[in-house]
Every structure is written in C-alpha cells, then in structure tokens.
T-cell receptor
Framework: DGGITQSPKYLFRKEGQNVTLSCEQNLNHDAMYWYRQDPGQGLRLIYYSQIVNDFQKGDIAEGYSVSREKKESFPLTVTSAQKNPTAFYLC???????????????FGDGTRLSIL | DQQVKQNSPSLSVQEGRISILNCDYTNSMFDYFLWYKKYPAEGPTFLISISSIKDKNEDGRFTVFLNKSAKHLSLHIVPSQPGDSAVYFC????????????FGTGTSLTVIP
C-alpha cells in the first residue's frame, strides 16, 4: 500500500535545538516537497527536490535545511535559526520526471512541531 | 503576498444540497488548478484538478469551474454529504516552472445532516 509516511506525528523542541522531521515515500516519485502550515494560512513551500541529490529553496527556506540522498527520503531539519518554528509541517511527493509540471502532489499526515 | 485566496473561511450546507466553494487568484500565468480536501490531523488529499484549456471538469459529485477572465475557480459538490465535512484548499501552479503550487487559506465546510 503506497504512501507517504511522516514521523513523528508530534514533536517538541527546546529553544536553541535543531530537530529533524522524517519523510519517507514508497510511491517511486522523483519529486518531494516540504510545506509549513500556520493557523489561518495556506501551505507555504519550504524546500523541494526534483531528483536525488538536488533540491531548491521555496518561499520560506530560512532557518531550514534538507537533504535528498535517497529517492525515498527527504528529511527536513528545523535549525535554531528558525525563529518561529511552531507549526504543522507537511511533506508531499509527485511523479516528477522530465515533464515535471501539472502533477498533483500527494501528502503525508504531517508533523506538529512545538517549542517547549 | 497571497496569490491564491479563499475569502470564505467557513461554509455550512444542509445534507443533499449543493456546496459551492470559491477561490480567486491574482497571477494570470497560473494554468493548472487543484482542489484538496483535508480532515483534522491528516494531510490534504487530492480531489480534482483543471487545466486552463478547460472551463469545467467533473468527477462524480465534484465539479470544478474555471473562469479565466475573472481569475476565479469554484468547486461544486452535489449532493453534499456529511462525510464531505472537511477543510478544502485550492491551489494553483504555472506550467514549465516546475511543480510549485500556491495554496489558498482553506474553507471549512460543514454538511449538516
């Protein structure tokens, strides 16, 4: 049963700590994305990756970092430089490939990050 | 700068009636649009899409209408069912610039039995 798995569902971070959110997909998708959702706002793109070992900044990349060493995995690190990290984080994937456009993105169930 | 807007935060509809959710966008270069449905504590689920070469796309009880001149799209759900109660997001993208989507803020639909 293919899908996107985000873990953990809830995560707590102390001030000044880095924390890494996991995202794994078994859909054989080339493209993966990280979004952030805040109350009353739409999803905002943090980073995206079209292919392994390549990724680009989205609209709100400051204070975040990613890696894409494997096709299935796209972890997001929320660094201490992110001043307002409390949010709901969503990972998504799409088929990708050369015609990487007009493709629905499929989402995981999200990770809610809170600052202690 | 919100390029995709959903001006109604919430909507209540009686079961069996039509639900109409609206979405406006500002970037005339957008040419692909989607609707997502989201239940609490879950990720959004893709519902239906439309390309700018069409003005209507239908899938069962769900129909999306696109008015390019008004930069407006709408989602019609007929008939509405209690299980349709969720938050609905519209999203837009521009071809040949990658698969980046811009999302609206969502409309919470409640279908009353």
């Amino acid at each position: 049963d293919g899908g996107i798995t985000q873990s953990p569902k809830y995560l707590f971070r102390k001030e000044g700590q880095n924390v890494t959110l996991s995202c794994e997909q078994n859909l054989n998708h080339d493209a993966m994305y990280w979004y952030r959702q805040d109350p009353g706002q739409g999803l905002r793109l943090i980073y995206y990756s079209q292919i392994v070992n390549d990724f680009q900044k989205g609209d709100i990349a400051e204070g975040y970092s990613v890696s894409r060493e494997k096709k299935e995995s796209f972890p997001l690190t929320v660094t201490s430089a992110q001043k307002n990290p409390t949010a709901f984080y969503l990972c998504a994937s799409s088929i990708g490939g050369e015609l990487w456009s007009n493709q629905p993105q499929h989402f995981g169930d999200g990770t809610r990050l809170s600052i202690l | 700068d919100q390029q995709v807007k959903q001006n109604s935060p919430s909507l209540s509809v009686q079961e069996g009636r039509i639900s109409i959710l609206n979405c406006d966008y500002t970037n005339s270069m957008f040419d692909y649009f989607l609707w997502y449905k989201k239940y609490p504590a879950e990720g959004p689920t893709f519902l239906i899409s439309i390309s700018s070469i069409k003005d209507k796309n239908e899938d069962g009880r769900f129909t999306v209408f696109l008015n390019k001149s008004a930069k407006h799209l709408s989602l019609h759900i007929v008939p509405s069912q209690p299980g349709d109660s969720a938050v609905y997001f519209c999203a837009a993208s521009r071809s040949h610039t990658g698969n980046q989507f811009y999302f609206g803020t969502g409309t919470s639909l409640t279908v009353i039995p």
